[in-house]
């Protein structure tokens, strides 16, 4: 005999269907509306720090700063209730994100300064990668997987190089320097070489003798450079990943099945299928 399912189980399916179902209808419209709520409470967390603004409209920002926090804490109560195993989404990271999202309003009752805290909700922006959940998103970032994943060894050893590469030159720059001219110590001289290197040149440090000078212009032209190469290695995985990728996609017949035939036929071998 079929069990007949209670009130309390019809809503769970349909709140799962609404909260989790990111591929239905329903869903999609709860992740926007999720979304443009999280967009709202980081908007209002911002403006809370402009004092100005804050003086004049603190007792409105409060008020929808609990409305909002009204909504995670509902949200957060659904998503418990309406899954099998509660315990897998509250210890995941989405769940640790989701319940950070509801304390800091509730904290602010029993301690001060806590509310500020209501910008870990930027967090929660993640979500629009499940939002994003369609075939040709989910490809795309499946092939920068690959390539981050294949150029991880030669980043390593690019990254080991300019650490090297700054040590070095920021030894030489106390030297060459000295305590005089800003380059107090060899740390605060890899510091520079750093933000030169990166092309930051905050000015807060800078050389004054002609070798110094000399040193810096090198530097600067260096760091183009540095910038571009680990630019160069991810893209050439790329490249190398969506071409083994066109490659497969090609390799099957719509007819017959087949896959042994040139990427740059027309025609089936086998059973004479268009390609």
Not at 98 to 107: K, R
């Amino acid at each position: 005999m079929r069990k007949v399912k209670s009130k309390y189980d019809i809503f769970k399916q349909r709140v799962h269907i609404i909260i989790y179902g990111t591929g239905t209808k329903a869903g999609r419209y709860f992740d926007l509306i999720l979304l443009a709520i999280i967009l709202l409470s980081v908007l209002l967390v911002m403006m809370e720090t402009v004092t100005e603004f804050d003086l004049k409209y603190h007792s409105e920002l409060v008020f929808l700063e609990w409305i909002i926090t009204g909504f995670f804490t509902i949200e957060y109560i659904l998503r418990i209730i309406s899954i099998n195993k509660p315990w897998k989404y509250i210890f995941s990271f989405y769940g640790i994100i989701d319940l950070l999202a509801t304390l800091p309003m509730y904290l602010s009752l029993f301690f001060l300064g806590t509310s500020i805290l209501s910008v870990v909700r930027s967090l929660r922006l993640l979500r629009l990668f499940k939002i994003l959940n369609h075939p040709k998103f989910t490809s795309q970032s499946v092939q920068l997987k690959k390539a981050i994943n294949a150029s991880r060894g030669k980043i390593i050893v690019f990254i080991y190089f300019v650490l090297i590469i700054t040590i070095i030159i920021g030894s030489i720059m106390y030297v060459v320097e000295g305590k005089q001219s800003g380059f107090t110590s060899i740390p605060s001289s890899i510091y520079w070489t750093i933000v030169t290197l990166t092309t930051v040149g905050y000015g807060d440090i800078s050389p004054v003798t002609p070798l110094g000078q000399f040193i810096a212009s090198f530097v600067m032209i260096l760091g183009y450079g540095i910038i571009a190469v680990p630019t160069g290695i991810v893209t050439s995985e790329i490249a190398k990943t969506t071409q083994r990728t066109s490659r497969h996609l090609q390799a099957a017949c719509t007819g017959c099945g087949a896959k042994d035939y040139p990427t740059n036929a027309n025609f089936c071998h086998k059973c004479g299928n268009s390609l």
